[in-house]
């Protein structure tokens, strides 16, 4: 209980030091969202909308920066980040909700299928060293991981959908296809996300190849490992219970930290095929000097990535006991 009371603690106060962050970096800027969305428009701009404008983007000049920073605090505690410049006169959190699940989908589920295949390629790697699947897969993933995603991203359209037509070359679906909770949608949703998912599978996957199959070695050199073989145990309890339950330890809070950043979406790979994702968003935002739209989303950021690694942290007490004594 000590132990997660602490980390408790450390994600309170890193919590609020990125809140208040968040609050300081576009106040710390020149200019504001008022002044972006007026500069499009010539001639006079009257005084009264322009106000009215400050207070619909919370940027009112007239408040003291004390009761500003109080108001924020207030407006994030609702759930109110603002509203969009890019997207005006919607919500910031309307508009994040709507991409959230698109990222989610393609970036969730392939972090972690490329973490699962990873760890599990490269514990049998290690446990059958020299063999023909640790001396096959793994090198061909490391060199993957090594290219730009945004090269990959479009070697993939050239020969999956312009060479061979398999596949459509951007969009998350068809704009002829009915939006809705239909077999017809989610096949085309599935078939859109199949060649950004494969991209980001391949650049990922080598990491925690490498990463897991050197653990492992390590782990089998331990003196738990040889006492388990001495008794007889079968291989596969070996590997499982003794090898694969210590190697993956390293991994953990990598994997946590990758999920907390997935809702930040694969901005490359969302931007070369067009995806209606978070990462899509982000670069509208910044391209459109959108600051509320940018508080919004760095901020759903980091509470993800400090969730998922206050999640590793348990998951990690609990699975290596030495970690809560040492704490």
Do not use: C
Request: aromatic letters at 14%.
């Amino acid at each position: 209980m000590r132990f997660v009371l602490r980390r408790l603690g450390f994600f309170v106060v890193t919590l609020w030091a990125a809140v208040t962050l968040n609050f300081l970096i576009p106040r710390l800027m020149p200019g504001n969202a008022v002044i972006a969305m007026m500069s499009r428009f010539k001639g006079h701009v009257n005084p009264n909308a322009m106000h009215a404008l400050e207070i619909a983007f919370g940027v009112d000049n007239h408040q003291s920066f004390v009761s500003a920073y109080f108001t924020y605090l207030g407006n994030i505690a609702r759930g109110d980040f603002g509203t969009s410049l890019t997207f005006f006169p919607d919500s910031v959190s309307h508009q994040v909700f709507q991409a959230l699940p698109w990222t989610l989908g393609l970036v969730g589920v392939t972090t972690i299928l490329a973490f699962v295949l990873g760890t599990l390629i490269g514990l049998v790697g290690a446990w059958r060293r020299g063999g023909v699947l640790d001396g096959l897969l793994p090198p061909i993933f490391v060199i993957t991981s090594a290219f730009p995603y945004f090269w990959l991203a479009l070697l993939a359209i050239w020969l999956f959908s312009i060479k061979l037509g398999w596949f459509p070359e951007s969009g998350g679906y068809d704009t002829a296809t009915t939006v809705g909770w239909t077999w017809t949608f989610a096949v085309d949703v599935v078939r859109h996300s199949i060649l950004p998912a494969l991209t980001i599978l391949l650049t990922a996957i080598g990491g925690w190849i490498l990463t897991m199959r050197n653990n492992t070695i390590t782990v089998l050199t331990e003196d738990y490992v040889r006492m388990a073989r001495a008794k007889g145990l079968k291989p596969w309890r070996i590997m499982w219970t003794y090898a694969g339950r210590n190697a993956i330890l390293p991994n953990l809070v990598g994997f946590a930290m990758s999920l907390g950043f997935v809702v930040g979406g694969a901005i490359l790979v969302e931007f070369v095929f067009n995806y209606p994702g978070v990462g899509w968003m982000f670069l509208q935002s910044v391209e459109n000097q959108d600051y509320a739209l940018m508080q919004g989303l760095f901020l759903m950021i980091t509470v993800a990535v400090l969730v998922a690694i206050l999640a590793a942290d348990v998951a990690t007490a609990a699975l290596d006991p030495r970690t809560r004594e040492r704490s």
